[in-house]
Nanobody
Framework: QVQLEESGGGLVQAGDSLRLSCAAS????????MGWFRQAPGKEREFVAA????????YYADSMKGRFTISRDNAKRTMVLEMNNLEVADTAAYYC????????????????????WGQGTQVTVSS
């Protein structure tokens, strides 16, 4: 089992940037597929991005491509989501997730692919 803790959320204005971090403890971090999801009030959890064990493979939701960048530092056991040009529609709770499954593009976008979740960090973008 792995424990995940997100940080970096906050209130920003449209067009601003924000950097979210996910710190992992427990299981060997470098063996995990990592991902970010988000959930806005009244909506289903939505895939944002995923990254494979060594960072060489990434996968993004179409609406995030070009604005969001996922990365990881296995030595520091952390994953980062850089979010640029934020929009009001990006307002949501953002969740860090970990999976022990093999990397399969497309499948990594499914919430049930991940078996460990953080508590979430709130991102609010004002107009």
């Amino acid at each position: 089992q792995v424990q995940l803790e997100e940080s970096g959320g906050g209130l920003v204005q449209a067009g601003d940037s924000l950097r979210l971090s996910c710190a992992a403890s427990g299981r060997t971090f470098s063996s995990l597929i990592m991902g970010w999801f988000r959930q806005a009030p009244g909506k289903e959890r939505e895939f944002v991005a995923a990254i494979n064990w060594n960072g060489e493979r990434t996968y993004y939701a179409d609406s995030m491509k070009g604005r969001f960048t996922i990365s990881r530092d296995n030595a520091k056991r952390t994953m980062v989501l850089e979010m640029n040009n934020l929009e009001v529609a990006d307002t949501a709770a953002y969740y860090c997730a970990a999976s022990t499954e093999p990397w399969i593009p497309g499948v990594v976008a499914r919430p049930d692919y991940f078996d460990s979740w953080g508590q979430g960090t709130q991102v609010t973008v004002s107009s």
